[in-house]
């Protein structure tokens, strides 16, 4: 087998297919979702729904993943949990 190309594209140097960009992007979402339920407290499954319910994927993470990705992870987590609590409070009013 060819260690350097597989169905989904170029190997890594362990082996493994290197991640898509849209592959990389969800890990990225992934992890927004864990860091800001272990913050709150709450389970990753309930920060899906209440992100998702405020479109905070579309309108924040995915659109500002190359500058987002840059930026520490607690400083990630305090930028979407503010945004969070901001569109929240926006759409109760």
Known sequence: ??????????MSENGYPKPTEDELRNIFAASCIEAAARETGCTAAEMYRQMKAVNLFSDLIYPCYDTL????????????LTALRLRQKEASS
């Open 69 to 80: 990705h840059t930026q520490s992870h607690r400083i990630v987590t305090e930028d979407v």
């Open 1 to 10: 087998m060819n260690k350097q190309r597989n169905m989904k594209g170029t």
